[in-house]
Nanobody, 119 residues
Framework: VQLVESGGGLVQTGGSLRLTCAAS????????MSWYRQTPGNQRELVAS????????KYADSVQGRFTISRDKGENTVYLQMNNLKPEDTSVYYC?????????????WGQGTQVTVSS
């Protein structure tokens, strides 16, 4: 599974951005797709996740009500719509795909995309 993110950039407080993650390869075995973010010196944290089978979603408390994860199933693409952005949302955002194997899971990561929110 290969993941390519796009859509990051610089935005003012209160603005919006939409991140895109395009998956290719063995996409039919992907069980969950997620967005994580990481700032220097900190652990990577889960922002939002989407279960590919049932479509259930989960969000970090810090982004609940502002961010929306969605998918274009036919294109194997996942989006993260980010509204009402705050300076604390500044981070590198990574797309993650959890691939179901025979008896385990494999995690795949994109290269990351920078999001900067100016105050």
């Amino acid at each position: 599974v290969q993941l390519v993110e796009s859509g990051g950039g610089l935005v003012q407080t209160g603005g919006s951005l939409r991140l895109t993650c395009a998956a290719s390869g063995a996409t039919r075995f992907i069980a969950v797709m997620s967005w994580y973010r990481q700032t220097p010196g900190n652990q990577r944290e889960l922002v939002a996740s989407l279960a590919m089978g049932v479509g259930g979603t989960k969000y970090a408390d810090s982004v609940q009500g502002r961010f929306t994860i969605s998918r274009d199933k036919g294109e194997n693409t996942v989006y993260l719509q980010m509204n009402n952005l705050k300076p604390e949302d500044t981070s590198v955002y990574y797309c993650n795909a959890l691939e179901q194997l025979a008896t385990d899971y494999a995690a795949h990561w994109g290269q990351g995309t920078q999001v900067t929110v100016s105050s």
